[in-house]
């Protein structure tokens, strides 16, 4: 790898929507549609919401501001961007440890992202509203079936690679601007039909009643603050190479930050009012878990009049929240191997895209082996990226010089100084106490081992690549490295 500069011209967003669309569609996936509405019902509804709006408001938007505008500060993606800041060496190993975890996320996201292609195919064959159609024995035939779940798994990587070969304006923006819109008038369409049904209202008072008590435990939080992450992306590289295609005079505040988590929670919360008020309607359980989606749900269109369209809508908008986010996920390693080796850009979708598929076999051919590594991916591997993210930038690069030099550049919201508190200090002991809680509340389990051996391995392997590879163990002088050795 080489600290010189990339070997071509840098791409831009070509417009200020292209951006935003990218930001929602990076943000909005999997965790909106299929993870944030069961969360919701098994941690007692608006209690939930509360806890997670707020986190979303105290954490998501000031951390997301910080990692895009360190993204336009040195326009490259997330190794170069950590060696403008802490200079060559065994740190910049810190970006190769974002690498990684984005990678390991993204070999089991595409399998999931395949149940969702899956189900849109079906959707269209009519299967969810044929004669003597169960939902429970479909779902687990189609996990028991190798060939369907690698070959899910093979596709989605396949279009994942086809829309990054075309690059960032004729392939990434051209299909978020289309695909982001699409989703959320899918998601419309479907609550406007669940709140027409007799006992939908019982679905809005459960998601927006507060049991105020649920709010002093302890799990309330813990549970809001995995979505928020999960949902956001925040600390996944995904914002920070975003953030290095911007234009000058684009709003990193507004877009970057307090447009994202406002279309993130407004989402999750439509994803709500369109599977609740339904949910309710005929007598399914609110908390019914990971099935709510692909079993539960599944169930009630043959009852619903027009069911089966309904069923069209509703897994294709699925689909294209969830494919959009595998695609910008994808794009974060394209674009740092890309600036860090000779191979080509479409060398590297093809190397990416091929490293990620091999990776993910397994959780295709299990869905056990995906639990688990979700698990270990969920509450390790992102906030040890997510710390790493924002402990270079609040204690190394320095809050205050990013403010000022990326943050307020032709800001239409002025962030003033309180952001520095949240992004030095805040945010990182909230990362501390995630890794630390989940340690204690699965101490000696699968998951927690397998955690351990990403917190230890990945910042390792990271460190002596960047040691080996740079030829020096010590980061150099912050001569000439832009905003190397900041501090606020």
């Given at each position: 790898m080489s600290s010189t500069e990339a070997k071509t011209s840098r791409a831009e967003w070509g417009s200020r929507f292209g951006f935003l669309m990218a930001m929602i569609g990076a943000m909005v996936g999997?965790?909106?549609?299929?993870?944030?509405?069961?969360?919701?019902?098994?941690?007692?509804?608006?209690?939930?919401?509360?806890?997670?709006?707020?986190?979303?408001?105290?954490?998501?938007i000031p951390g997301l501001i910080a990692e895009v505008a360190l993204g336009r500060y040195t326009g490259k993606g997330v190794i170069g961007a950590f060696r403008d800041v802490v200079g060559p060496g065994g740190l910049v190993g810190l970006g190769v440890v974002v690498v990684l975890v984005n990678v390991g996320l993204m070999s089991y996201y595409s399998p999931l992202i395949g149940w969702t292609l899956y189900y849109a195919i079906h959707s269209f064959l009519f299967t969810f509203t044929s004669a003597g159609f169960q939902a429970e024995p479909f779902f687990d035939a189609f996990l028991a079936n190798p060939a369907l779940t690698v070959g899910m798994?093979?596709?989605?990587?396949?279009?994942v690679a086809a829309v990054l070969l075309l690059g960032i304006r004729r392939g990434v923006e051209r299909i978020v601007v289309y695909a982001v819109p699409a989703?959320?008038?899918?998601?419309?369409i479907i609550a406007v039909r669940g709140l027409t049904l007799d006992g939908a209202?019982?679905?809005?008072?459960?998601?927006?009643?507060?049991e105020w008590g649920a709010l002093f435990e302890s799990g309330t939080w813990i549970e809001a603050l995995g979505q928020a992450l999960f949902s956001t992306g925040l600390g996944w590289g995904?914002?920070?190479?975003?953030?290095?295609?911007?234009?000058?005079y684009d709003d990193v505040p507004l877009g970057g930050g307090v447009f994202t988590a406002l279309g993130d929670a407004s989402v999750g919360i439509l994803a709500t009012f369109a599977v609740f008020p339904i949910v309710y309607a005929f007598g399914v359980q609110p908390d019914a878990g990971a099935g709510l989606t692909f079993v539960s749900l599944v169930q009630i269109f043959p009852e619903l009049a027009g069911g089966a369209l309904l069923a069209i809508?509703?897994?294709?908008?699925?689909?294209?929240?969830?494919?959009?986010?595998?695609?910008?996920?994808?794009?974060?390693?394209?674009?740092?191997i890309a600036e860090e080796t000779r191979l080509s850009r479409n060398g590297t979708v093809l190397a990416v895209c091929g490293a990620i598929w091999l990776l993910g076999l397994p959780s295709a051919l299990s869905a056990d082996v995906l639990d688990y590594v979700d698990a270990v991916f969920a509450s390790w591997g992102l906030p040890l990226a997510t710390l790493a993210i924002i402990t270079v930038i609040g204690w190394k690069l320095g809050p205050e010089r990013l403010r000022v030099l990326s943050v307020n550049q032709n800001a239409g919201v002025y962030v003033g100084p309180w952001w520095n508190g949240l992004v030095k200090y805040l945010i990182p002991a909230v990362m501390v106490f995630i890794m630390a809680y989940y340690a204690y509340d699965n101490f000696g389990t699968p998951e927690m081992i397998g955690g351990m051996v990403v917190l230890v391995?990945?910042?390792?392997?990271?460190?002596?690549?960047?040691?080996?590879?740079?030829?020096?163990?010590?980061?150099?002088?912050?001569?000439?490295?832009?905003?190397?050795?900041?501090?606020?």
């Open positions: 999997v965790g909106n549609i299929w993870r944030f509405p069961f969360v919701v019902g098994e941690n007692g509804g608006g209690a939930f919401v509360v806890a997670f709006l707020v986190l979303l408001f105290l954490l998501a798994h093979t596709v989605i990587m396949g279009l989703l959320v008038l899918s998601l419309a209202t019982e679905g809005l008072v459960f998601v927006f009643s507060v995904i914002a920070l190479t975003i953030g290095s295609y911007l234009r000058e809508v509703f897994f294709v908008g699925f689909f294209l929240a969830a494919f959009t986010s595998g695609v910008l996920i994808t794009e974060v390693g394209v674009t740092t391995a990945f910042p390792v392997v990271g460190y002596a690549l960047m040691w080996y590879l740079e030829g020096r163990s010590e980061p150099a002088s912050a001569d000439g490295v832009p905003g190397a050795g900041g501090d606020d």
